[in-house]
């Protein structure tokens, strides 16, 4: 049922630096790309979204790059800190679909 | 407001047994989702409804599983002989309308022994 790509699986960042996390989609009907923050125990909760009329999006310390032509988008968490220490998924959505996640990525942030 | 509830938190039970799963939405949300979330993996989407009906469930895995929504808000999910395979954190969502951004609940974590 995967239909949204994730990479890569783990992340290790020190604090203050950049974490990049990408995404690949196939299908073309999708028109919302969310990105969600899920901690141990908890459910996923939406850190920013970016739909395909625009090319990047940004919010505070994090940023969406999204490619239309070559199917991808990625977030980029600027000024990494280790309260970031979480996994992050990547979505994508049809017009009032469900939607399809990738697999997550466990980023860790280190002091 | 309160967010997406979901009870049990936790649940334990034996191969064979039948389980129900509850979702209480954030009040007001006519759309509802269902995931089911394997340990290291995304949410897999089972079900959704808008209203009171099952506006798809193709990601039901096989007829064990049932969910409803009687009133067009709470909503809960059925799983029928429960198997180990079925051992997941089930997640519920939420949002305004179909298009709208979904809230997650908390989940159940289910282990069938």
């Known amino acids: 049922q995967q239909q949204v790509k994730q990479s890569p699986q783990s992340l290790i960042v020190q604090k203050g630096g950049i974490s990049i996390i990408n995404c690949a989609y196939e299908n073309t009907a999708f028109d919302y790309f969310p990105w969600y923050q899920q901690f141990p125990g908890k459910g996923p909760a939406l850190l920013i979204a970016?739909?395909?009329?625009?090319s990047e999006k940004k919010e505070g310390r994090f940023t969406i790059s999204f490619n239309k032509s070559a199917k991808q988008f990625s977030l980029h968490i600027m000024d990494s800190q280790p309260g970031d220490s979480a996994t992050y998924f990547c979505?994508?959505?049809?017009?009032?679909?469900?939607?399809?996640f990738g697999a997550g990525t466990r980023l860790t942030v280190k002091p | 407001g309160a967010g997406v509830s979901q009870t049990p938190s936790n649940k334990v039970t034996e191969k064979g047994k039948y389980v129900e799963l509850r979702c209480d939405p954030i009040?007001?949300?006519?759309?509802l989702y269902w995931y089911r979330q394997s340990l290291g993996q995304g949410p897999e989407f089972l079900i959704y409804?808008?209203?009171?009906?099952?506006?798809?469930d193709s990601g039901l895995p096989n007829d064990r599983f049932f969910a409803v929504r009687p009133e067009g808000s709470v909503s809960t999910l059925k799983i029928q002989r429960t198997e180990r395979g079925d051992s997941a954190m089930y997640l519920c969502a939420s949002s305004l309308n179909l298009a709208g951004e979904q809230f997650f609940g908390p989940g159940t974590r289910l282990t069938v022994l």
């Open positions: 970016i739909r395909p009329d625009v």
């Open positions: 409804f808008q209203g009171t009906g099952a506006a798809d």
């Open positions: 009040s007001g949300h006519t759309a």
């Open positions: 979505a994508a959505r049809r017009y009032n679909n469900d939607m399809r």
